[in-house]
């Protein structure tokens, strides 16, 4: 998100400031509610604490996995500027065909273990120090540096004076107030009021740009054929489609979602009713960022969806798609915030969890993050993204999938393996032969398939004995 947002306070009436605050004050409002509905005789133990007594309803997971999954909105729609219905089918197309894969042949599976969070399902098949190890890449992973800086530069289109490092402050501080209210029980119930909102918001605009310039021949008479012709790259569909699946099989969300629900069917029926929510949702994306390139052609592709959205909404629903951006933002923040802080008490340190309490842990997070966004700057907020996706999907990509493909005990040697030669060679890939991303799971498999058929024949010599020996 780009710096030339500042100035949207001049565009909104006091009704959308009414809606607006109003929006994200039923932020807290559900957080509470969420929090209030926990029974009163479960004790506060890290199955509640994490998963919410495995308790999570079909509607509920939903619209937590809906929520929780979309937090850069703005990269989006800067995507379908630029890009059109081609967005629609490597952002949207490649990802539903990772989720339903997740839904039909690993949700089930990963339930079966009874585990508690992801760092507990590999400890379960390899051991504790790969479980700890699991357990710092997630944390590294889920602190939510991008979407800390987005709410940044949000709050700062509101208040133009207001520096990036306090807008960054007041949006943290925001969602863990809110977050301290009852773990992931104020979290699902948080997102479901934002869900509703960034719905609302994005078809709002839809309509209103339907409703003004017109639908299908506007579009084909206003912007470069290009853009409405999915036909580009197969190759790059193709590896969009790997990506989203790695991503899908490695992602903590996904994990505890499934982990929470009530039973095998609302995990695996409840990705599917989420990509019907999703294909909504990219669609009505995809529409606005052609408005907008129809619209403002020649406005930076970063900010031109924002800017074209408040241009036409109406009094009152600019202070919604305004809400809506924010809900975004929070409902990713705090899933992220949460499970972060859940991991490093119950997962890191069992041992003094007692004395964890999740209050200090979130507060620490944040404070962690704030810190690293005050030091970043784009091109290096960049490289530490990429950074941090390739060498967390790398080293846990294989030891996941043996887990759940192949589940059986295996020594915590072998897991901390692949891990290391995944690093190693995510480290060490020259720049000139491309990302380092595949070579860095395919040197995690063929570290745990050598290891793996190291220990067989060591076993296997192990029960016959040395060459010659006389049989007892």
């Given at each position: ?104 042949f690993l949700a089930k599976k990963a ?245 964890l309490k999740e209050g200090l842990l ?111």
């Amino acid at each position: 998100m780009e710096h030339d947002i500042n100035g949207w306070a001049g565009l909104l009436s006091a009704f959308d400031w009414v809606l607006l605050l109003g929006l994200v004050g039923l932020s807290v409002v559900f957080a509470a509610w969420g929090a209030l509905r926990a029974p009163r005789e479960v004790p506060n133990t890290a199955e509640e604490a994490i998963l919410m007594g495995r308790g999570l309803s079909g509607p509920l997971f939903v619209a937590t996995l809906v929520a929780s999954w979309y937090g850069d909105i703005v990269g989006v729609t800067q995507l379908a500027f630029e890009e059109g219905v081609y967005q629609f089918i490597t952002q949207g197309l490649c990802w539903y065909g990772g989720y339903l894969i997740f839904a039909f042949f690993l949700a089930k599976k990963a339930r079966q273990s009874q585990a508690l969070s992801l760092p507990d399902l590999i400890g379960k098949h390899f051991g504790p120090r790969c479980a700890k190890a699991a357990t710092c890449l997630i944390i590294a992973k889920m602190l939510p540096i991008t979407y800390c800086l987005g709410v940044g530069y949000l709050l700062q289109g509101l208040w133009p004076s207001l520096s990036l490092g306090n807008g960054c402050l007041l949006g943290m501080a925001f969602v863990v107030g809110y977050s301290l209210f009852g773990g992931l029980r104020a979290v699902v119930w948080s997102d479901l009021i934002q869900c509703l909102t960034f719905f609302a918001a994005l078809f709002a605009v839809v309509l209103c740009a339907y409703l003004r310039f017109g639908g299908l021949d506007f579009l084909k008479s206003h912007v470069p054929p290009a853009l409405l012709n999915p036909h580009h790259s197969w190759g790059r569909i193709g590896v969009w489609f790997v990506v989203a699946s790695m991503t899908t099989l490695v992602s903590p969300v996904f994990y505890q979602r499934c982990f929470a629900a009530k039973s095998d069917r609302i995990a695996q029926w409840g990705i599917v009713g989420s990509v019907g929510l999703w294909i909504l949702f990219d669609s009505a994306v995809c529409l606005g960022g052609l408005y907008a390139r129809a619209v403002c052609p020649d406005a930076p592709s970063a900010t031109a969806y924002v800017h074209f959205s408040l241009g036409i909404l109406p009094s009152g629903l600019r202070g919604l798609f305004i809400a809506g951006l924010f809900a975004t933002l929070f409902s990713t923040l705090d899933t992220h915030l949460h499970l972060a802080s859940t991991t490093l008490r119950y997962e890191l340190f069992p041992k003094i969890q007692k004395y964890l309490k999740e209050g200090l842990l979130l507060s620490l997070l944040a404070s962690l993050t704030l810190l690293i966004c005050l030091q970043l700057e784009h091109p290096h907020f960049e490289l530490l993204w990429l950074i941090r996706k390739r060498y967390f999907i790398a080293c846990l990509l294989c030891p996941i999938a043996f887990c759940l493909l192949l589940p059986k005990t295996r020594s915590d040697t072998q897991g901390l393996l692949a891990m290391l030669a995944s690093a190693v060679t995510i480290t060490f890939w020259p720049g000139a032969w491309g990302d380092p991303l595949v070579p860095g799971c395919l040197a995690g498999l063929v570290s745990l398939v050598a290891v793996s058929s190291e220990e067989k024949e060591k076993g296997q010599g192990e029960r016959k004995g040395p060459r010659g020996a006389c049989a007892p």
